[in-house]
């Protein structure tokens, strides 16, 4: 069965640092990851997805994928208050699945 | 972008009833859905797999029987939670692809929140 294990923080980073977030899964075969952004009582929003090693970067954010060591990061550069939530490491399980990491809530303080 | 809807937004029920969760595609048509659950400070699990046409698949551990799920057409699914018990109340969301993405993009509805008294 296929698992994504998240630290469930929470993170707390000042406003403008670089906040990081990791994840590590089980299923070596997996292709694609995702990470989500859930606010408080809302329902999870796309931030980036990747498929290929290396990194993608996409405004403040970049994420990182190391296939080999079975390791998916998100970094958020200037963190915002605003991007305080719970980050949902994610991959796909086939047939259009999901299959979510347990969250690391981010705490982004003036 | 694609925008999937859920309806009631927020129920509370008495143990016993039954409950009934739409899920719309407004923009497009969806021959699949899915449906998670949520409780507090945890993660999405996935419930099930509607699917247009055919009956629904679920996950190991959850209920056929009690997590009805019907995909009246290419734009509507429901969930319908029978007899529902206070272990029931929970956050639940629907989600359907993107046409054409395979895994790549999933639209949420905004969620159902349910309390069972």
């Known amino acids: 069965q296929k698992e994504v294990e998240q630290n469930s923080g929470p993170l707390s980073v000042p406003e403008g640092a670089i906040a990081s977030l990791n994840c590590t899964y089980s299923d070596r075969g997996s292709q694609s990851f995702f990470w989500y952004r859930q606010y408080s009582g809302k329902s999870p929003e796309l931030i980036m997805f990747i498929y290929s090693n290396g990194d993608k970067e996409d405004g403040r954010f970049t994420a990182q994928l190391n296939k080999a060591s079975q390791y998916v990061s998100l970094l958020i550069r200037d963190s915002q208050p605003s991007d305080s939530a719970t980050y949902l490491c994610t991959l796909s399980g086939g047939y259009n699945k999901l299959i979510f990491g347990a969250g690391t809530r981010l705490a982004v303080h003036p | 972008g694609a925008v999937v809807s859920q309806h009631p937004s927020r129920v509370i029920c008495k143990s016993g009833t039954s409950v009934k969760i739409e899920c719309r595609s407004l923009d497009f048509q969806a021959t699949t859905m899915f449906w998670y659950r949520q409780f507090p400070k945890q993660s999405l699990m996935l419930m099930a797999t509607?699917?247009?046409?055919?009956?629904?698949?679920?996950e190991q551990g959850v209920e056929k029987d009690k997590f009805l799920i019907n995909h009246a057409s290419l734009t509507l699914s429901t969930l319908t939670v029978t007899s529902a018990h206070p272990e029931d109340s929970s956050f639940y969301i629907c989600?359907?692809?993107?046409?054409?993405?395979?895994?790549?993009?999933?639209?949420f509805g905004p969620g159902t929140r349910l309390l069972v008294l």
């Open positions: 509607s699917n247009e046409g055919s009956k629904a698949t679920y």
């Open positions: 989600s359907a692809p993107g046409q054409g993405m395979v895994g790549e993009t999933q639209y």
